[in-house]
């Protein structure tokens, strides 16, 4: 007698419903719509800069030369300009500390090359070289001894107050040490090139370079190495990164080593060009948070963009507003940008 076992029916596979594909084809559109909001303001700046510069080309009643002249210079300009705002970008964006002492610190690293230059004799850009770690040193240093307590309390006028102390202590450190007279260190390259029409020198063309090379190092570090994976949690929400074991102070000082060390590459690629002051640095402060809110706070290329857009309008605007007149130019971008968005060109959207 044969048994048979009775089985429940076999039901069929669940198959994907279409409100599935909806919600995945939803979500690709939200995304791909975000990414295009995000890079609007970017792509339509640049448009109104090549706009600008081609109605200056057509209708603009200058020299082409001078035009193209203004050009090269500008964008020189405007490598030296961020490569003085991406320390300060860093330091703005993951510490929320306004550092007054950026141009002073500037002006140190300036001096610090000189000093190797001419009283050790050793070559301009391995001056720079060597000047880089003494000046991550001393921003971490500031920062360990000074700005570290009142930073992870939350005290948002102490930083302030100790940053322009640093300043001040700085700028008069070197009055009186070298006094007012305007020094100059001779340049490693001499010679320069043609660019269509225009001149470069290479010591600018080498400024340029070593902004472009430092925005690239420091956006890989941030994006790509466990480090600058702390930086980016400390600077989205440092409590949040404590809590899963991110030493806050630890980088906290690293963050404000990192941006010295940055101005210590733009005293040193800059120092052969320049008139050599005491208060020398103080000239590229205010461009500089410019740049850093313009471009987007803590965003390295941004900040990169940010100089090379403020650079343009200066020297272009100076062919029709020479002196300062340039600077109404760069403010009003400075106003239009932040009335259209708040952020800057590459910060994060709420």
Same mark, same amino acid.
């Given at each position: 007698?044969?048994?048979?076992?009775?089985?429940?029916? *076999?039901?069929?596979? +669940?198959?994907?419903?279409?409100?599935?594909?909806? +919600?995945?084809?939803?979500?690709?559109?939200?995304?791909?719509? $975000?990414?295009? *909001? +995000?890079?609007?303001?970017?792509?339509? /700046?640049?448009?109104?800069?090549?706009?600008?510069?081609? /109605?200056? =080309? !057509?209708?603009?009643?200058? +020299?082409?030369?001078?035009? !193209?002249?203004?050009?090269?210079?500008?964008?020189?300009?405007?490598?030296?300009?961020?490569?003085?705002?991406?320390?300060?970008?860093?330091?703005?964006?993951?510490?929320?500390?306004?550092?007054?002492?950026?141009?002073?610190?500037? !002006?140190?690293?300036?001096?610090?090359?000189?000093?190797?230059?001419?009283?050790?004799?050793?070559?301009? =850009?391995?001056?720079?070289?060597?000047?880089?770690?003494?000046?991550?040193?001393?921003?971490?240093?500031?920062?360990?001894?000074?700005?570290?307590?009142?930073?992870?309390?939350?005290?948002?006028?102490?930083?302030?107050?100790?940053?322009?102390?640093?300043?001040?202590?700085?700028?008069?450190?070197?009055?009186?040490?070298?006094?007012? *007279?305007?020094?100059?260190?001779?340049?490693?390259?001499?010679?320069?090139?043609?660019?269509?029409?225009?001149? $470069?020198? =290479?010591?600018?063309?080498?400024?340029?370079?070593?902004? $472009?090379?430092?925005?690239?190092?420091?956006?890989?570090?941030?994006?790509?190495?466990?480090?600058?994976?702390?930086?980016?949690?400390?600077? $989205?929400?440092?409590?949040?990164?404590?809590?899963?074991?991110?030493?806050?102070?630890?980088?906290?000082?690293?963050?404000?080593?990192?941006?010295?060390?940055?101005?210590?590459?733009?005293?040193?690629?800059?120092?052969?060009?320049?008139?050599?002051?005491?208060?020398?640095?103080?000239?590229?402060?205010?461009?500089?948070?410019?740049?850093?809110?313009?471009?987007?706070?803590?965003?390295?290329?941004?900040?990169?963009?940010?100089?090379?857009?403020?650079?343009?309008?200066? !020297?272009?605007?100076?062919? =029709?507003?020479?002196?300062?007149?340039?600077?109404?130019?760069?403010?009003?971008?400075?106003?239009?940008?932040?009335?259209?968005?708040?952020?800057?060109?590459?910060?994060?959207?709420?």
């Amino acid at each position: 007698m044969s048994h048979s076992t009775s089985q429940p029916p *076999r039901q069929p596979p +669940d198959e994907p419903t279409g409100e599935v594909v909806a +919600d995945e084809s939803t979500s690709s559109a939200t995304t791909v719509l $975000a990414r295009l *909001r +995000d890079w609007a303001m970017p792509l339509g /700046l640049a448009g109104a800069v090549v706009l600008g510069l081609l /109605l200056v =080309y !057509t209708v603009g009643g200058r +020299d082409s030369g001078l035009i !193209t002249q203004s050009i090269v210079t500008g964008l020189l300009l405007g490598g030296v300009y961020a490569l003085v705002s991406i320390g300060l970008t860093l330091i703005f964006g993951v510490l929320g500390v306004v550092n007054f002492a950026q141009g002073s610190m500037l !002006t140190l690293s300036m001096f610090l090359v000189y000093v190797m230059v001419t009283s050790m004799g050793i070559p301009v =850009y391995v001056a720079t070289l060597i000047a880089i770690p003494i000046m991550f040193a001393f921003g971490a240093t500031i920062q360990t001894l000074f700005l570290n307590k009142l930073t992870t309390s939350g005290n948002h006028e102490g930083p302030l107050l100790i940053t322009l102390g640093v300043s001040l202590l700085i700028i008069n450190g070197l009055l009186m040490i070298f006094g007012g *007279r305007p020094k100059s260190v001779p340049g490693g390259v001499s010679g320069s090139i043609t660019v269509f029409g225009a001149i $470069a020198s =290479y010591e600018r063309l080498i400024a340029f370079g070593g902004a $472009a090379v430092v925005a690239l190092v420091l956006t890989l570090a941030l994006k790509k190495t466990s480090f600058g994976l702390s930086i980016r949690a400390v600077s $989205a929400n440092s409590q949040a990164a404590s809590l899963v074991g991110v030493n806050v102070n630890r980088v906290y000082a690293m963050t404000f080593g990192i941006g010295a060390a940055c101005v210590a590459v733009a005293g040193g690629l800059t120092v052969p060009f320049l008139s050599l002051t005491p208060t020398v640095g103080e000239q590229f402060t205010i461009l500089a948070f410019v740049i850093v809110v313009l471009g987007g706070l803590g965003n390295v290329v941004g900040a990169m963009v940010g100089g090379l857009v403020i650079g343009l309008v200066q !020297t272009v605007g100076a062919l =029709y507003l020479p002196g300062t007149g340039s600077l109404i130019l760069v403010f009003g971008v400075f106003v239009l940008v932040l009335f259209f968005r708040p952020q800057g060109l590459f910060g994060a959207t709420s």
